[in-house]
Structure formats: C-alpha cells, structure tokens
C-alpha cells in the first residue's frame, strides 16, 4: 500500500490541537478556546476554522482532526461543498480587490488543504459526487493561473495520486480474505494416531522467534489496510444505532473485522495445533512452543499476536488438559498472563504498550519501532471514549474537546502502523499460519476428550453428545 507520510507530517508527535504560532489563530463567536486549544465550536464556525485566508492556514492537527470527526456530523460530500462555496466566496472578494499576490497566495493554500485532505482520507473521494465537486473547486482554482502551470501541474499531481490510493484499496477488497471454514473432516478430528503425511507447526519452524517474527509480518500487512475513516466507522455506526437508523455508508467496516477474525483464527489455531497432537509429551512441548512464541512477540512489541496465542492456550479444550499442563513449564507463561492480566482495565498491559510506544518514537531501528497494540482493546478504548463524552455540549456546540482525545488515539495507531517490516519474509511459514485447517469449537473438545479422557459425568456426556453430532454431520 503507499504510505501516507502525511499523519507524521500534519500531526507530529501529539494531537493537542495547540495553535501554532506559525499558523496564526482565527477565532470568531462560534469557536471556543481554552489555553489556546480549541475545545468547541459550531458545526459552521469549525469549517470556516478548516478553510485557509490569505493570511491564515489551519493548524495540521486540527485539518485532521476536523476531517476526521466532521464525518459524524456532515457526509464528505457535503462538506466539500460547503468548503467549495467558502473558497469561491473568498475568491470573488479577492479578484474583485484586484490583488494578485493575495489570490496565489490563498489559491496555493486552498490546494494544500484539498491534497492533506485527498492524501489523509482518499477513500471520502471514492463517490462519484464527491470526486466531481472536488473536480469544480479545482477548475475554479486554475482559472487564476493563467500565467503559468503550476497550480494546474500540482492539482494533477494530487488527482493522480488520489486515484492510485483508491484503486489499491479497491483492489485490496477484491482480493478479500477468504474466511476459513472449521475442519469437519471426521477422519481428521476423530483420529487414534496421527497421520503421517499430517504437518503441523513445529515441522514447518520449530523457532519460536522466527514465528513470532512471520506473525509481526501478517499483522503489519494487515493494519496497513485499516484507515482513520474505518476506525471513525466505529462511532458514526454506534451513534446511528443509538438513534435507531440504518446507515449504509457507515457500516463497512470489513477491513475492522478482517483483522478481528485474523486474532480469532489464530487463537483457534494455536488450539488446535495443541489438541490435536496425540503423545502427551509431544504435546507438552507443542504448549511450551507457544509459550516461547507469545514471548517473543511480546518482546517484539507485538501485542496483538501475543494476546491471541494467550487466548488460544485458554480455551477451554485446551485449558481442561491437566496432565499435558503439569509437565509444563508455567513460569514463561503466568508471566505472560500477568502482562494480560485484565484487572484494572489492563492496567499491565496498558504500562507495557507505553513503554513499546516510548521505545518506538526514540528508537534507531525499525526493530524497535514495532508497536501492534492488542485491537479488540483499542476498539474499546475508542468505544468508552465516545460513549462517555457526548457530541455537543448543552450550548449545542460540538465537544471538539472529545474528538481530540479519539483524533490522538487513532493517530497513534496510524504512526504505528506504517512502520515497514523489518524481518524476513518466509512464504511457506505464513502460508501455513494462513491455510493450515483450523478445527471448530465442537472438533477441539473431541480432539481434547480424545487426548485426555473426560474427568467427571459432564465431560463424558458432552463428548457422547459431540462425537455423535460429529459422526452424523460427517
């Protein structure tokens, strides 16, 4: 995917919304301050705040920021609009003034709001509509560059590069992953010995930290598809639910749960690598693998990885095999599970990714700027955010206040995400973790029972009932 250097660029290392003194601050009755940060404002006021003067440009937090939450309130559409009858308006004054200089001066700002704006969110431009009214502002613009072609130079720079973004996302959800069905396979789950042609993940690597450093591999590959705007989903879908609508345009949020059934299908996979090995001592050291795997990745700073491998070893077939756990060594792992331990809102956790987050933005190697923070969590952290603070105050005006803290978060998750992979890539390693047979929830209880009888009337009886349904789906 190209990268968008523009998050580093527009927002530093932090979204405080502060006014750069640089930028010069344009405050009206609407917009409200405190300390010199924006903290509410009308919907108009805050695009009038977004679109440049001649002597005014928007501070870069805030054109995201804006961009970001405006989605909430106004479609993207509609706002261009709005900012397409702003900029004709200031134009109109400005050719009537017959002050030249002004007029370039305030046409390149324009253009640089729309290419922060096309290179941050390509993905608003992907209606028609909106692409044509972005097409009208330009046209408008380069009717003042009569003399000389770079404004028009610039704009189809920016037009092609917007294209290419929306094409490769477009490609990418043509070529959505393939959800991968349980095995139901009989002959697979119900086995009284292994089948010797069977592979399982020790023969295709048997080091723990090149596996966590192919799993690092496939979670950066797939953040790389997640944009601000899909995490933005998360809100405008939760308030359409709240106010009983149905929103079509807010509810795609497949990039989201692509990498949530990514976390899943991992666990499941780490499960059923574990139930399906036979000898209690292979198995002991299948257990103790991933143990070292979940380490590594926590080491790596691969948080997300870590967490469903935890998850996978606690499902219950697995957590149920107390002969296997006795001959392990739990030290590694309740070291593990005390990092993810959720008790106070997962305060361990919560320290540990601040200190990968602080090692990241001082680091002198990619290595070291790996942070993939666990996704189900940060979801959340999104979640509780908007649903303790509301949109608008009591004055009506929106709680822009609110939006800085989510615009910061999502920021932050951008900044990691485009950190470029450091470690090799090994095809026939992540061809495995990608394709390897996963066993349903049913199929890892049988394989459980199987490799370790049941203990009490309760686990003989639900093996009865799931080895018949088994049977019979066969």
């Not at 660029?9 to 919304?17: A, E, P, Q, T, Y």
């Not at 700002?109 to 608003?124: G, H, N, S, V």
């Not at 799993?215 to 953040?223: S, Y």
Request: aromatic share 10%; glycine share 4%; net charge neutral.
């Amino acid at each position: 995917m190209p990268q968008t250097p523009i998050f580093s660029s527009m927002l530093g290392s932090s979204c405080s919304g502060q006014v750069q003194p640089d930028m010069g601050e344009r405050s009206g009755g609407d917009l409200v301050f405190q300390d010199g940060n924006l903290i509410s404002g009308s919907l108009e006021a805050l695009i009038e705040h977004l679109v440049p003067t001649v002597d005014y440009y928007p501070d870069r937090t805030y054109i995201f920021t804006f961009l970001l939450s405006s989605r909430i309130f106004i479609p993207p559409y509609d706002l261009l609009a709005k900012v397409g009858q702003i900029c004709t308006k200031q134009k109109q004054q400005l050719e009537a003034e017959t002050e030249k200089a002004k007029l370039k001066s305030f046409t390149a700002k324009i253009i640089q709001l729309l290419k922060e704006w096309t290179e941050a969110f390509p993905y608003d431009f992907q209606d028609e509509k909106v692409m044509k009214e972005l097409k009208e502002i330009t046209h408008r613009i380069t009717q003042c560059d009569e003399e000389n072609g770079t404004v028009k130079a610039t704009i189809t720079q920016m037009t092609q590069n917007l294209i290419l973004s929306l094409t490769t996302r477009n490609q990418f959800q043509e070529i959505r992953e393939k959800f991968r069905q349980p095995v139901t396979d009989k002959g697979t789950i119900l086995k009284s010995k292994p089948q010797a042609s069977q592979k399982d993940i020790l023969s295709v690597c048997c080091d723990p930290l090149i596996l966590a450093q192919q799993l690092t591999h496939i979670e950066l590959e797939r953040v790389s598809n997640i944009y601000p705007e899909d995490l933005m989903q998360i809100v405008s879908h939760m308030d359409s639910l709240d106010n009983h609508k149905c929103r079509g345009d807010v509810t795609k949020t497949y990039t989201l749960e692509a990498y949530d059934n990514w976390f899943n299908c991992l666990s499941m996979l780490v499960a059923t690598e574990i139930c399906r090995v036979v000898k209690k001592k292979q198995r002991t050291r299948m257990v103790e693998f991933f143990i070292d795997v979940a380490r590594e990745c926590f080491n790596i700073g691969n948080f997300n990885s870590m967490m469903a491998i935890i998850s996978g070893m606690n499902l219950s077939p697995v957590a149920r095999l107390k002969k296997t756990w006795s001959k392990v060594k739990t030290a590694k792992f309740d070291v593990l599970e005390h990092h993810m331990d959720p008790s106070s809102n997962f305060c361990n956790y919560r320290t540990a990714l601040q200190g990968a987050a602080q090692r990241s933005q001082t680091a002198n190697s990619s290595r070291e700027k790996i942070v993939i923070p666990v996704f189900n969590l940060f979801i959340k952290d999104i979640y509780f955010l908007h649903k303790i603070h509301t949109n608008r105050l009591p004055n009506g005006q929106i709680n822009f206040k609110k939006f800085w803290e989510i615009s910061r978060q999502i920021h932050d998750f951008m900044t990691w995400k485009q950190v470029e992979c450091p470690f090799d890539k090994d095809k026939k390693i992540q061809s495995y973790l990608l394709t390897a047979p996963i066993y349903s929830e049913e199929a890892l209880f049988v394989a459980s029972f199987e490799s370790e009888g049941p203990e009490n009337h309760m686990e003989k009886d639900s093996w009865k009932t799931l080895r018949t349904t088994l049977l019979n789906r066969a």
